[in-house]
């Protein structure tokens, strides 16, 4: 009887208080909160590394089926296949005879291109310059 006094005399507050009861459910409540925090987070990380990892492997099936239509693009775009089809399906020949045509015209004149796509002007540098004009010459006039 005499520790049970002590104990009631030590928490005279707390351990009549009505409120203990709504207290340590809440400390319980955080408790279990901040323990679930790590969890909530590794679990959003593994779902995003999967994500990722799903996302790679689509990637590397358009490239490889990128690769795939390239050799198909050059495989139909050989000569050897092109002459093939020209022989099969449209029976063309070679020719046997060539003819060539003269012409008695100016040839054209060249197609007129924007600046930009034009090579730069080579830049004309002095040859009687000295250096004592390439490196003073901006102060005289």
């Known amino acids: 009887m005499a520790a049970v ?3 009631e005399r030590a928490l005279p507050g707390i351990a009549h208080s009505p409120n203990l009861p709504l207290d ?3 400390a319980a409540m955080t408790v279990g ?3 679930m925090l790590p969890l909530v987070q590794s679990s959003g990380a593994t779902s995003r590394a999967g994500s990722i990892q799903q ?3 689509e990637k590397n099936g358009m490239q490889a089926k990128l690769r795939e239509l390239e050799l198909e693009v ?3 775009g050989s000569l050897a296949r092109v002459e093939n089809e020209a022989k099969t399906r449209l029976q063309m020949e070679v020719p046997k005879e060539t003819h060539y045509i003269a012409v008695d015209a100016p040839p054209p004149e060249q197609d007129k291109l924007p600046s930009r796509y034009l090579p730069a002007p080579p830049q004309e540098v002095p040859q009687d310059s000295s250096l004592a004009d390439d ?3 901006w ?3």
């Open 135 to 137: 490196l003073f010459g």
């Open 24 to 26: 340590l459910i809440g």
């Open 74 to 76: 050059a495989g139909l």
């Open 55 to 57: 996302m790679q492997q």
């Open 5 to 7: 006094e002590k104990n």
């Open 139 to 141: 102060l005289v006039p």
């Open 33 to 35: 909160f901040a323990a």
